[in-house]
């Protein structure tokens, strides 16, 4: 009998934060051995509990969750993420340009079904958040990644994104703050990808799930305020900024230009109807989240727990030879740099597996990102800070060794 084969479309679909690598890790601890995971974000793993108002909204509601809700979400939740499309300063939002989803995932993953066809493309951070490049593939899309710029704090480099742009080019994707590099994006970066996307009449696409956890009194600019004629599709949710990733409850508001997307509207409309609705409990959390004590806010200031570890983190891994690392303004996570003339890796997750075997420590390598050089790894400071000193200093000391074996010491 013929095998059953997966769909073609999942041909360059990845997703290498829960890769080859993690179903590795996870033989490892069946097999006993306990591993150090620095592989995603996720808050509850490492002591990082939701706001306990949040999770007594969502027990004191359950009796009225059972059955289904609207389509784009229950009343509650939309009315308060238009309260703070307001505060953000976006314009001309209504409820009906407000869809709650089951996380931002979910939402991506509608947004590009909904706008693409074969042939069409989407500019796509290098590196990316993954499910972007996965999103775009799965709709039949075609990615297209523009370059950010290391030396010049991990922002877009913008001749490269103009220079990518062709006929078939649909939206830009931004990310920001930035997953994984931890940057933020001032407002004339900003300004000039809404001009580009003027120019060319591009849907902008902004991820900006990390909008709250900013570190040295960083603020943070919407994209969709600089602008009330870009069409513009903003993604956030409660998974980081409240630590609640088990609660899926995210959203996409539309705003700018909407006459000129009504057949694209209706789209999204058709697609949200089919999944129903999103889950009802996490949606009770949407408005007491964002109404509520922004605890957020303590975690990220001089002093708080998340400070405290990026801050640690960083000096920890930068005191590595060979490693560098732009210090994130933003997000949980940090993208340093092996020096290729000290690591000269051609195998990346090959040496974030080697890595993982030898120390019981898990990262992603930088190619997951979709990053086209085997020469960064994300790493997640999400630990308390005993911990990390552990984790970095596995590390440290497995690099060492690397650099032995290869004669780079």
């Known amino acids: 009998m013929q095998p059953i084969r997966k769909s073609k479309k999942l041909d360059n679909v990845c997703y290498d934060i829960r890769g080859p690598v993690l179903a590795r890790a996870k033989q490892m601890e069946e097999d006993g051995q306990k591993i150090i995971k620095l592989n995603i974000g996720n808050l509850a793993a490492f002591g990082f509990d939701a706001p306990e108002e949040i999770q007594q909204d969502m027990i004191r509601n359950l009796p009225n969750s059972a059955g289904y809700s609207d389509s784009k979400g229950i009343f509650a939740a939309r009315k308060a993420i238009m309260h703070y499309t307001q505060e953000k300063k976006i314009k001309g939002v209504t409820l009906e340009d407000i869809y709650v989803g089951n996380g931002v995932s979910e ?61 078939n080019t649909k939206a830009i994707v931004i990310i920001n703050p930035n997953n994984p590099t931890g940057a933020l994006y001032p407002d004339a970066t900003l300004q000039a990808i809404v001009a580009m996307a003027r120019e060319h009449g591009l849907i902008v696409c902004a991820d900006e799930v990390y909008d709250k956890v900013l570190y040295d009194d960083a603020v943070h600019t919407s994209i969709a305020s600089l602008s009330e004629d870009v069409l513009t599709l903003t993604f956030n949710g409660l998974s980081k900024n409240y630590r609640s990733c088990g609660y ?160 780079t010491a």
């Open 107 to 167: 939402l991506i993953v509608m947004a590009m079904n909904a706008l693409l066809d074969a042939g069409d493309e989407v500019l796509v951070p290098a590196p990316d958040y993954p499910l972007w490049t996965a999103a775009v593939s799965l709709s039949g899309g075609t990615p297209i990644h523009y370059l950010c710029d290391e030396a010049n704090d991990w922002l877009p480099d913008l001749d490269d994104m103009r220079a990518k742009i062709t006929p």
């Open 248 to 407: 899926r409850a995210g959203w996409l508001v539309v705003s700018g230009d909407k006459r000129r997307a009504t057949d694209y509207i209706e789209g999204l409309n058709m697609l949200a109807s089919m999944r129903l609705c999103a889950n009802v409990p996490g949606q009770w959390a949407i408005q007491t989240a964002l109404g509520g004590y922004q605890s957020i806010d303590d975690l990220v200031a001089e002093g708080g727990r998340m400070r405290r570890q990026r801050d640690l983190a960083h000096e920890l891994i930068s005191a590595i030879p060979g490693v560098s690392c732009v210090k994130p303004k933003a997000t949980l996570y940090m993208f340093p740099r092996l020096d290729p003339a000290v690591y000269p890796i051609t195998d990346d997750q090959e040496f974030i597996s080697e890595l993982l075997q030898e120390e019981k420590v898990l990262l992603v390598q930088g190619t997951g990102f979709n990053w086209p050089h085997p020469d960064h790894f994300r790493l997640v400071f999400l630990p308390h800070e005993d911990d990390l000193r552990e984790a970095i200093g596995r590390v440290a000391r497995f690099l060492e060794g690397y650099r032995r074996r290869h004669g």
